[in-house]
Nanobody
Framework: QVQLVESGGGLVQAGGSLRLSCAASGRTFSTSAMGWFRQALGKEREFVAAISRSGGTTDYADSVKGRFTISRDNAKNMVALQMNSLKPEDTAVYYC?????????????????WGQGTQVTVSS
């Protein structure tokens, strides 16, 4: 079992930055690949970024490549998403997720555990 709590969302102007954090509890965090997903109002949940168990492999949606960076600290049971050059289309609820495998994945159905989400709003 893994419990996830996101923080760091808020309101920011276009071009600004935010750093999302996800605190995980449970014995299996260090064996879990982690992902960030987002869901805008009226849209389906979509993949943002993922990181392998070791942190050695990362993957990003094309829409955020070069702007977002995912990282993890297994000693602190934390995963973060640094978001730079934010755009209004990045506005969404952002969710942290964990899966029971070491390999990162962009498929939300591969993730067993989800946080409650944190709102990110980017104004133009």
């Amino acid at each position: 079992q893994v419990q996830l709590v996101e923080s760091g969302g808020g309101l920011v102007q276009a071009g600004g930055s935010l750093r999302l954090s996800c605190a995980a509890s449970g014995r299996t965090f260090s064996t879990s690949a982690m992902g960030w997903f987002r869901q805008a109002l009226g849209k389906e949940r979509e993949f943002v970024a993922a990181i392998s168990r070791s942190g050695g492999t990362t993957d990003y949606a094309d829409s955020v490549k070069g702007r977002f960076t995912i990282s993890r600290d297994n000693a602190k049971n934390m995963v973060a998403l640094q978001m730079n050059s934010l755009k209004p289309e990045d506005t969404a609820v952002y969710y942290c997720a964990a899966r029971n495998f070491a390999i990162a994945s962009g498929d939300p159905s591969h993730y067993a555990y989800w946080g409650q989400g944190t709102q990110v709003t980017v104004s133009s």
